[in-house]
């Protein structure tokens, strides 16, 4: 209920069936109309209201019936693209790594005493109004409708894997969806470009373990050894050419930062991000 916006007719269109949807994205059935709600999303207390209400799945619906009716309109998918990443408030481990997680390497065994120069990540990490993780700096370098395409498929894979990471954590570490735009510069997918790329610590970027070539069967009694193909679909990460999944900064700090990804697309990096504790 958003009382202070003015309603907004939607324009039929010759080509517009029953079915096209009302609300939001069916605002964009005309160019003049994504325009108007472009200038809606460009006022934050009116953007974050809308987009804190749409379902990632309404919104998908709402742009293909849309486009389907009158046309592929790019701004469409940009603006539901928009939508669903807006930033939120910092959940679950993004939030530790800013406020409450422990820096080995300084001598603080706590939170570092100089924050601006021992830190996780910098800028921090963001947590969209989806659910999904991803730099502060995202912009998008491939087109919004593919971009939107890979940001459905990455969470209904979310809800096909176990929720904990296990790798000897002591905690109770989560996988969380994250994506990552690429681009030419960044170069192939790396540890250390995909830790850099994310302004990882020097200090976390020089302490990662590859962790997908255990083919231990599970048996063993640490958690450690067990074999991620029940944690993690690895035939969802080798079906593409440039994959990782490792964890960076044991015995540098707590949690220390986990990573199951794989390059989807030329220009984007999706996958899974977590926190886990070692002692």
Known sequence: NLPFLPPVAPTRSPKMDRGAPRAVFACGASVS?????????AIPPVAFCIASRIPLSAAF????????????????????????????????VVQEWRENWYCYWDGSFG?????????????????????????????????????????????????????????GDEGDGRWIPLL???????????????????GAHEEIIGACEDCGDSDDD???????????????PKAWLRSHGEWLLFHAGSDKLNPLPCFAVAKVRPDLVAGFIGGICHT
């Open 33 to 41: 109309h994504s325009r108007s709600l472009d200038t809606l999303l």
């Open 111 to 167: 939170m570092p005493r100089n924050p601006e120069t021992h830190y996780v990540f910098r800028p921090g990490l963001e947590v969209a109004l989806c659910g999904v993780v991803c730099p502060r700096s995202w912009e998008p370098s491939g087109p919004a409708r593919e971009m939107f395409k890979e940001l459905r498929s990455l969470l209904h894979l979310r809800g096909r894997i176990a929720s904990t990471i296990g790798w």
């Open 218 to 232: 599970g048996n063993d009694d640490t958690d450690s050894s067990k074999d991620m193909s029940q944690d993690l």
């Open 61 to 92: 619906l709402c742009a293909s019936r849309t486009c389907r009716a009158v046309g592929d309109l790019p701004e469409i998918w940009r603006l539901a693209l928009e939508a669903c990443m807006m930033v939120g408030p910092p959940t679950d």
């Open 180 to 198: 990552v735009p690429w681009s030419g510069v960044d170069g192939a997918l790396t540890t250390q470009s995909l830790l850099s790329k994310l």
